[in-house]
């Protein structure tokens, strides 16, 4: 019944800048800590950025000071800017949220389907 819908993935130089987007959808009744993972080849999911409900955000040491994450809470979404992109940052970003819907009692990690960063010349 929910839903994360993620966006902004793509091709882009070094140096260059992407803005992921996604979307929670479906029945909700309560939407707290929203982020973003990513997963490179070989090797491990990994945290990039989240925020909390009150707008309190936490960041890799790695993308620290390049990445910005943000949130509207009343269209649900999480966004993050990316700028400085470099070859490391090619993964797969998933969108993810905890939450609490109408169809179960407590609360759980919703994901989406992940989108696609590659940053190559």
């Known amino acids: 019944q929910v839903q994360l819908v993620e966006s902004g993935g793509g091709l882009v130089q070094p140096g260059g800048s992407l803005r992921l987007s996604c979307a929670a959808s479906?029945?909700?009744?309560?939407?707290?800590?929203m982020g973003w993972y990513r997963q490179a080849p070989g090797k491990q999911r990994e945290l990039v950025a989240d925020?909390?409900?009150?707008?309190?955000?936490n960041y890799a040491d790695s993308v620290k000071g390049r990445f910005t994450i943000s949130r509207d809470n009343a269209k649900r979404t999480v966004s993050m800017q990316m700028v400085s992109l470099k070859p490391e940052d090619t993964a797969v970003y998933y969108c993810?949220?905890?939450?609490?819907?109408?169809?179960?009692?407590?609360?759980?990690?919703?994901w989406g389907q992940g989108t696609q960063v590659t940053v190559s010349s």
């Open positions: 925020i909390s409900s009150g707008g309190s955000t």
């Open positions: 479906g029945s909700i009744t309560s939407l707290d800590t």
């Open positions: 993810y949220a905890y939450l609490r819907s109408s169809v179960t009692p407590w609360w759980g990690n919703y």
